[in-house]
């Protein structure tokens, strides 16, 4: 059975040799809940595009929760939370998420969505040719470089290159990519590092395709605001509109004695700062604006009063 990122990290989890055994039937009960969760998730719907947003972010924040506690924080052993970041149990949910739920809002407005979108999606970053003027190669060493984006609203693209006008096949080199429209990173948690990190790929993504988008999702802040006008980021959204638990806090959770002290303040941490709806209406938001409103017009522009 094919799953997605996320579901395939509780396979992968279930399958390490390191893994506690009383963990095992947990992983296992997670995963028929992670099937129950896609099944609803594909199921989901609305009148209108709110309503469906509201449902599916609602989908989202219970099994999240599950997983950030039931699974994780709930467990006897300590593996499963001091591993977390390596596991990529709980970070991988909002990344699994991402392409259904944009791919649903977008099928609800539009009736079809005919870009692909998807988590991990190689898109196109740069090409260069590997030859010289002794050694010119078959269409001139041709070579694209890519990178995986986190989530990617994307085209294929087919390219050929040759020396011969003709393109004749045996001169001819053909190869495919994906071009990135909308590209996001996701995060759990945005530090200052991550951000420099992001600014320099979101420069790199424009240099590739002038029109792309790029626009970096995390849970928590972790760092005093910076503001994005420097950079070539789009818009830096904080989907659960909170700051990342103090580390004086967070040290206590690494032994299981620790986390049962702790349980209720944790779960109304999360609680009170669930995934907020409005943050992802805003994405879908500037998604479909990309989709209905390409270019700027003289009629709209003076319409409205700004670009």
């Known amino acids: 059975m094919v799953r997605g990122v996320h579901g395939e990290k509780i396979v992968a989890a279930i399958d390490s040799e390191k893994m506690p055994a009383t963990d095992i039937p947990r992983l296992k009960d997670a995963l028929v809940k ?8 594909n199921e989901a719907s609305g009148n209108t595009l709110d309503e469906l947003i509201e449902n599916m972010v609602s989908l989202l ?6 997983i950030d506690v039931d699974l994780i924080f709930d467990s006897t052993e300590d593996f499963l939370y001091r591993q977390k970041g390596q596991l990529k149990l709980d970070n991988t949910v909002i990344e699994e998420f991402m392409p259904k739920f944009v791919r649903k809002c977008i099928e609800h407005e539009c009736g079809t969505c005919d870009v692909e979108v998807g988590s991990q999606t190689p898109t196109f970053s ?13 269409g001139g060493g041709i070579n694209i470089k890519t990178k995986d984006q986190d989530f990617s609203m994307s085209r294929k693209l087919y390219l050929r290159s040759s020396y ?4 004749k096949k ?7 990519t994906h071009l990135g429209y909308v590209l996001s990173e996701m995060k759990t948690n945005l530090d200052k590092t991550m951000f420099q990190e992001a600014s320099a790929t979101a420069h790199d993504i424009k240099l590739a395709v002038t ?4 626009y970096l999702l995390c849970d928590f802040l972790d760092m005093t605001p910076i503001s994005t006008t ?19 806090i967070r040290s206590k959770f690494s032994t299981s004695a620790g986390r049962i002290a702790k349980r209720e303040w944790y779960v109304d941490y999360l609680k009170n700062n669930p995934y907020a709806t409005d ?8 998604i479909l604006s990309q989709l209905n409103n390409e270019e700027l017009i003289e009629e709209s522009v003076l319409e409205v009063g700004y670009f």
């Open 34 to 41: 992670y099937d129950e969760w896609v099944k609803k998730l």
């Open 61 to 66: 924040n219970d099994y999240k929760l599950y």
């Open 126 to 138: 740069s090409v260069y040719f590997e030859s010289s003027l002794s050694n010119p190669v078959k």
């Open 164 to 167: 011969d006008p003709n393109f």
């Open 170 to 176: 045996e001169k001819t080199v053909t190869l495919e």
């Open 211 to 214: 029109g792309a988008k790029y």
């Open 230 to 248: 420097t950079t070539d980021i789009d818009e830096i959204l904080i989907t659960r509109k909170a700051k990342r638990i103090s580390s004086n």
């Open 279 to 286: 943050i992802f209406k805003r994405y879908i938001g500037h």
